[in-house]
């Protein structure tokens, strides 16, 4: 089983940089994919980045290509997601999610253990 925390969320202008992290527990964090989704209120939760278990085809939606990067660290179990050139469309909460399999997945159905949330608020 895998707990995931995530913190770095907070108000920023649009323009600004925030950096997300994502600590996950136990000794398996290695074999994992992982993942970043986001929500707003009313919406179902939106896909952002995923990345391999071993860090290889990082993996964006189209509405943040060249300007976030999500990058993992497994000697220190956790993912992060650098945000950059934030716009008030971004706000949302950000939850980070883990899940195994050959090919890394966009799907949340198939993400297997998921973080609280940590919320990002980008104003204009």
């Known amino acids: 089983q895998v707990q995931l925390v995530e913190s770095g969320g907070g108000l920023v202008q649009a323009g600004g940089s925030l950096r997300l992290s994502c600590a996950a527990s136990g000794r398996t964090f290695s074999v994992y994919n992982m993942g970043w989704f986001r929500q707003t209120p009313g919406k179902e939760r939106e896909f952002v980045a995923a990345i391999s278990w071993n860090g290889g085809a990082p993996y964006y939606t189209d509405s943040v290509k060249g300007r976030f990067t999500i990058s993992r660290d497994n000697a220190k179990n956790t993912v992060y997601l650098q945000m950059n050139s934030l716009k008030p469309e971004d706000t949302a909460v950000y939850y980070c999610?883990?899940?195994?399999?050959?090919?890394?997945?966009?799907?949340?159905?198939?993400?297997?253990?998921w973080g609280q949330g940590t919320q990002v608020t980008v104003s204009s």
């Open positions: 999610a883990a899940h195994k399999g050959q090919y890394v997945s966009s799907l949340h159905a198939d993400y297997d253990y």
